[in-house]
């Protein structure tokens, strides 16, 4: 059967029977009619689904009609039943002898022999499903599929409409489905609010056309114009060089340029559809059949056609082929398949509330700054995009890793009340502010906090930090459309050191490169960019960067204590370069009679594990070194900390990296350099607690992480917790997570 005209009869009689009158039963019934004809098929049957998961026959054409609203399937029964939990189409020429029938004897369905199930879906969401059935063991053919999916994809509208349905009392038809998606926790908290799509989906609502010349003449203005843009993009010097654009660029044209695609839009607006709904259409058709091959690099390019649709969607609606700036609402929860720590800086972080991606993990930047911000992120969170239009209400579980879209009221009450008791757990650790962060065996831990922005500094005080242990100051660099300039530079270094009043800061000099990148520096396009040109390998070999940086910072010290810290070295030699780069800085300010520091303390971050085999070169050349946990796991295990795929295969609290951090700990004790933590793991309540059992008395975290981390110290025994450690850590092979989760469970620690 040629697709073409069937799909577009389809389409002209449901619009015919749309403009007939008639009930919601009464229209379904026709429709399921007309289906059953011009496919050639005995039965046509469409099922929905019901609250509790079940689906109800709602019409049919072919079983027996006492069967309707009484034939109900449990949640994956049957074929059908399997067809809306996998949300895939079901195509069986021989349905009976398929070990997943159900036979229902109420349908009288003994008589037929094949079937072909397709979900009837609304924004990713199952509500449905349309099945054929023939009584000859028939091998229904790709364009069947297509034809019953993209007549579902209008039922769906239909129903959600509210244009045909049957006894809609309990039935869950409406635009307020609620679903939930499961990803992983990037950066604690909860959160209520309403979604912000980070690209804001286009969502088709009108999808027949009575008029297919007009639609094929804006599809094609449509087409010529994402053209142009495409190649304005090319020509765009900024995005010319650039490795991962060129990529994006590439695939972009490749869509644009192929036939087959242009070809199926046409066909599916001579169809009957829109020119929106062809894009639609040939959108979910084409990533289906995308998805269904092995080769990852098909699958990837996925995304790549998803955005190309989406923006040629905003070109046919008018929203033009830039993002359009988006009035926030007050408790904004932010969806995006993917987002860099400086694209979330730039909304307005006054009224972001959470932030749900598709990617990233909790050691990825733009967690870190989703944490440094306040607010609640679920990473991992598989096609939320697809799920969530703009407005819907969203709750953020970021305890669980649970987004609630569109949630019922019951929930919504469930979740103030958890959200009202973190409040008060906040208050308590707020009154801990002042108390010192001391165990109950009389060990002093120094907690410290992280920051990068000015913004943060308030938090100081707050949270009773007793300084900044790292100040991220690339955050600035970041933020900035170019290169601060020295005196920017100072500025923003003079207003942190105030704002600290008297506490030290800890400022780590530029840290860009892998996931940070700065859109007016230049960098070749590199295979592993977090191996690559990064931090402190760009500043040595322009080391007038790294100069004015500490001019800036010498300046805005003038004459009190400065710590300056360099991240990412990878041999004790680096060091000999980078004081002497300090060392010149010094003499130019001597030499133009800016005052020198009272103190001036030059510390190294270990971050890469050659350095682990090198401190006693190292050591002797530095006032002090902090662990960057993040960077240092990342290369220890050999595992992409931004790829959330690779997280589980390690565990950060186990035999490897706890005996390299004993050994560091203890080497930098030899040595009487003080040594701090400050990647995520000085933050978790748990793993700060490893971290003093190993011997470390320094944490640097995230405000929010302070009270937390400080309940847990002032209910350690220290003393018994090193024992403990030196145990495990004794033995060939132990499940050390497990021993200090029941260490902690034992001892009443507060976790
Ligand atoms: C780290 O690597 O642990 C660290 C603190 O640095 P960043 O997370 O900024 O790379
Ligand atoms: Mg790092």
Redesign the pocket.
């Known amino acids: 059967m040629a697709s073409e005209p069937a799909l577009r009869v389809i389409m002209r009689r449901l619009r015919e029977i749309l403009s007939e009158p008639g009930d919601g039963q009464a229209r379904l019934n026709k429709i399921v009619r007309q289906i059953a004809g011009v496919m050639v098929a005995e039965v046509c049957s469409i099922y929905l689904r019901r609250r509790d998961r079940s689906l109800e026959l709602f019409a049919t054409e072919g079983l027996k009609p006492e069967a309707v609203h009484n034939t109900r399937l449990n949640r994956g029964e049957g074929l059908v039943g399997r067809c809306a939990e996998l949300g895939i189409p079901i195509n069986e020429p021989d349905a009976q002898s398929h070990p997943a029938f159900s036979y229902r004897p109420e349908t009288g369905e003994e008589a037929y022999h094949s079937l072909l199930a397709v979900p009837i879906q609304r924004s990713g969401q199952v509500i449905g499903v349309l099945v054929i059935q023939n009584h000859t063991a028939r091998q229904y053919s790709e364009d069947d599929t297509e034809v019953l999916q993209a007549t579902a994809m209008v039922i769906a509208e239909l129903l959600v409409s509210g244009a045909v349905s049957g006894t809609e009392a309990d039935i869950e038809i409406s635009k307020s489905l609620t679903a939930v998606i499961k990803g992983e926790v990037i950066a604690d908290g909860i959160a209520l609010g309403h979604a912000v799509p980070h690209e804001p989906r286009v969502v088709v609502s009108t999808l027949m056309s009575d008029d297919p010349a007009a639609e094929l003449a804006r599809l094609e203005a449509a087409l010529a114009t994402l053209h142009a843009w495409i190649d304005e993009m090319f020509e765009h010097d900024r995005l010319a060089a650039a490795g991962e654009h060129r990529d994006v660029l590439e695939a972009y044209r490749m869509f644009e340029r192929d036939r087959g695609w242009q070809r199926r839009l046409s066909e599916a607006v001579q169809d009957g559809l829109t020119a929106e709904a062809a894009v639609e259409r040939v959108q979910n058709g084409t990533r289906a059949h995308m998805l269904r091959q092995s080769d990852p690099y098909i699958r990837e390019r996925v995304r790549d056609l998803d955005d190309l649709s989406d923006r040629l969607l905003r070109i046919l609606t008018g929203r033009g082929d830039r993002q359009a700036p988006v009035e926030l609402p007050p408790d904004t929860i932010l969806i995006a398949r993917t987002m860099g720590p400086a694209e979330l800086l730039d909304y307005d972080r006054t009224r972001l509330r959470g932030l749900v991606i598709e990617d990233g993990s909790r050691?990825s930047?733009v967690a870190?700054v989703a944490k440094a911000l306040g607010i609640a992120a679920v990473g991992q969170a598989r096609r939320i995009v697809e799920h969530v239009t703009a407005g819907d209400a969203v709750i953020v579980d970021a305890e669980t890793g649970e987004v609630h879209i569109r949630p019922s009221a019951d929930l919504v009450k469930s979740y103030s009340d958890k959200v009202s008791f973190r409040a008060k757990r906040q208050e308590r650790y707020r009154k801990l502010r002042n108390v010192p962060a001391v165990t109950r065996d009389g060990v002093a831990i120094r907690l410290s906090m992280?920051a990068g922005l000015i913004a943060d500094m308030p938090h100081l005080e707050e949270s009773g930090a007793e300084g900044i242990g790292?100040f991220?100051t690339?955050i600035q660099f970041m933020l900035s459309e170019k290169m601060p300039r020295l005196t920017q530079q100072t500025e923003a270094y003079r207003a942190v050191l105030a704002e600290a009043a008297g506490k030290p800061v800890v400022f780590?000099t530029l840290?860009i490169g892998?996931d940070?990148m700065l859109p007016y520096l230049r960098a070749l396009p590199e295979e592993n960019p977090a191996m690559g040109w990064r931090?402190t390998r760009m500043v040595l070999d322009r080391p007038a960067l790294f100069r004015a940086q500490v001019r800036a910072l010498l300046r805005a010290a003038n004459g009190g204590c400065l710590h300056i810290m360099v991240?990412?070295l990878s041999t004790a030699s680096e060091m000999d370069e980078l004081r002497g780069l300090v060392d010149k800085e010094l003499a130019h300010a001597r030499r133009h009679g800016y005052p020198l520091p009272s103190t001036l303390n030059v510390g190294a971050?270990i971050?890469v594990p050659s350095l682990l085999f090198e401190l006693d070169a190292l050591l002797p050349k530095v006032d002090f070194v902090?662990?960057?946990?993040?960077?240092?796991?990342?290369f220890l295990y050999a595992a992409d900390?931004t790829n959330a795929q690779v997280a589980h295969r390690y565990e950060p609290l186990s035999i490897a990296p706890m005996r390299a951090l004993r050994s560091l700990i203890r080497k930098a004790d030899e040595y009487s350099v003080p040594l701090t933590?400050?990647?995520?793991?000085a933050g978790n309540a748990l793993s700060a607690m490893a971290l003093i059992g190993l011997g470390c008395r320094s944490l640097?975290m995230a405000a929010s992480s302070i009270g937390p981390v400080k309940a847990m110290i002032l209910s350690l025994d220290a003393g018994r917790l090193q024992e403990r450690m030196e145990e495990a850590l004794s033995r060939p092979e132990t499940d050390l997570y497990a021993c200090l989760q029941g260490f902690a469970e034992k001892s009443g620690i507060e976790l």
């Open positions: 050691q930047h870190i992280n790292l991220r690339e780590r840290d892998g940070k931090a991240p990412m971050m971050e902090s662990v960057g946990s993040n960077d240092l796991l990342q900390r933590v400050c990647g995520e793991m640097s």
